[in-house]
């Protein structure tokens, strides 16, 4: 069994130390006295439920700071899990801030697949893996499902790779091992979901890898299993601290109460209205069970939002009021004034992008009497990554500066993934999805016939593919060209293993050394194709990146972890991300495009999980709008080009739960006034537009345009795709939570006219006049 690293005791302690010295810092007198109670209950459970942009980050993240300062524990004895790698980084800094130093004793400040993964490295044994285990992506994953299904001489048309993949993900995030699914779950697959997941976990162990869920399934295994480990680290954690509770999955949720177990000592902080994951497993009733998993918890709760202006907040106090299961928070803020939340539709998604684009100029140069803004305080929030692709190329036609944040999608490309593919290969000798993706790239006379050779060979030897080759080498299996470049490739690879933390030679070089002797840059220097200068650029940018880390097998770590891809140049940049990815950042200005039902809120999503599925997407939205501090802009557009072919859509649903006050419905460009669209030679000119406009049918873009003429639209309420109607008085729905001066709050239960009669939680049922009842979360200011 691995012990502690003393020398990281040892660095921890000298950062106390310095801690220590900073006290002092007035860093509590900037909490309000909710968050100041939360930080100073140093021991013992405590739960912070509150809404959007409340402080719970700052108090967590100020917790950190009290606990380093009060000498509580050292920096490597706290465990704070967060969501993102880059919300870790911000933590990370933050601390360094309010320290008055660049923190870098933290080892377990990170995401809970980062923190897994030095766990499983220590004990990876323990579950029959070397420690030098491979962490497949999802492409891998997949890749070697279909050949376990193949195996079983499945059909794969019916019964998808990709369909057995979320099935055993969803397995793991609950933390099941193949033994214990339980019977319930038998049918799965076509009665064949179990059998396989257990020959998937024993394939990957024999190719020494695991996938994502692993990472923690395995910790959890080992802490179930190994009561000596697990006293280990409930010891050496004194402190454990979580952000974003509310989308723990079961796994995650097990992890932490084990290793909270004995002293108790977390603090958990979330706002069950930004539940985003439970398409992942995630559970929002871990967040609701708090109290119950650790009794005598302190509760803390947040109601002032520091954040967003009123209009943001009413904006998204108004459509997460159209969910039913809630705990139901009030938010207020102390700001005032501030633009109201900005609605405008176009004629199709390329529009929209261009729009956007001249708005960020825009904003940029300074525009209605606001300051000059950097691209760094704007933000793109998309809902499905797709959208990206025409604000990408938008940008990159007007040179607008842009990073993606949340998919790896640098790392995505091919050329990428084959470079990588190499990289592995030479830190896992026995990473056998590397070596088949690799060994006939370039082109090496190495085909099906030649590949089936080898894979017999390391199969009937029980070795790897690496190994199997030399065997069929060595036995003159293989002849030919086919035999010398194989052997060449054999050689090339040992050769690179040696110089692998090599003093003569940096890592960085050892990577260019592979890519040349490989033969896999000249192959893409002798491609004529229009992609090829491109691709070289990539690999070059590869390389580059490596040089923030110091050897291939950190780099290979982080890349399989990685969420963020920020190019690490000094430009401004626009963020362009999708909503899940924006959970617990913030930004000035916000821009929500494609808020078309069936894009958002996702059909999918609706098809799979019904109204639960809708509520997600509700709290998705909610998540958007409470991004924004300022400005916040929601668009739609009434045509979408989807999978090559044209669409009409219709405004989201979620439109027409903005509370209308806090709206200003803009007229797009184009139309009625104007704009570029007049003057775009690309767009047809204003007249053209406007004769399209008329023929074209769609009934989402007959309400944009009537919404747009200002002219209500009068539809039932229950209507699924009613419209903001600007000039009526608010109005109320069946089940809706409400609050009464003098009753308190309660639940409508009949509508007659203008009186409501509502079921009140205290004071019985009663009839009154609707204006005198406002939402149970309208805000007070
Ligand atoms: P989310 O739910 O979106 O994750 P949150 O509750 O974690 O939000 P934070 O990100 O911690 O909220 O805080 C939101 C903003 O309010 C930040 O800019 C933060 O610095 C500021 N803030 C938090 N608490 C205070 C306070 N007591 N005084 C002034 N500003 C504060
Ligand atoms: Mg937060």
Redesign the pocket.
Known sequence: MSSFDESEAFEGASLAARAMAARGHPYLN???PA?RDAVEALDGPVL?L????????????TRIVHLLNTGKARPNEILAVTFTNKAAREMKERVGRMLGQAIEGMPWLGTFHAICVKLLRRHAELVGLKSNFTILDTDDQLRLLKQLIALENIDDKRWPARMLAGIIDNWKNRAWTPEKVPASEASAYNQRGVEIYAQYQARLKELNAVDFGDLLLHVVEIFRAHQDVLEQYQRWFRYILV??YQDTNVAQYLWLRLLAGAHKNICC???DD?SIYGWRGAEVGNILRFEKDFPGAKVVR?E????STPHILGAAGGVIRGNESRLGKELWTEKDGGEKVRLIGHWDGEEEARWIGDELESLQRGTRGLEPKSLEDMAILVRASHQMRAFEDRFLTIGLPYRVIGGPRFYERMEIRDAMAYFRLVVSPDDDLAFERIVNTPKRGLGDVAQKKIQYAARSNGVSLVDGARILLDSKGLGGKGAVELGRLIEGLERWRRMVGSPDRSHVELAEIILDESGYTTMWQNDKTPEAPGRLENLKELVKALEAFENLQGFLEHISLVMDNDQADGDEKVSIMTLHAA????FPAVFLPGWEDGLFPSQRSMDESGIKGLEEERRLAY?GI??A?ELCTISFAGNRRLYGQWQSAMPSRFIDELPEQHVEVLTPPGLYGGGYGAANPVGGGLEARVAEANVYNSPGWKRMQDRIKDRPVSQPKESRNQVIDLDAVSSHVMGERVFHQKFGYGEIIGIEGDKLEIAFDKAGTKKVISKFVSGADDIPF
């Open positions: 900037e909490l309000n968050q912070m509150a809404g959007a942009g409340t402080g719970k980050t700052k108090a967590l993240t952000d974003e902080v979330g706002d930004q947040l002032q939002n520091y954040r959970k617990g950042l913030e998540v409470t991004r501090e």
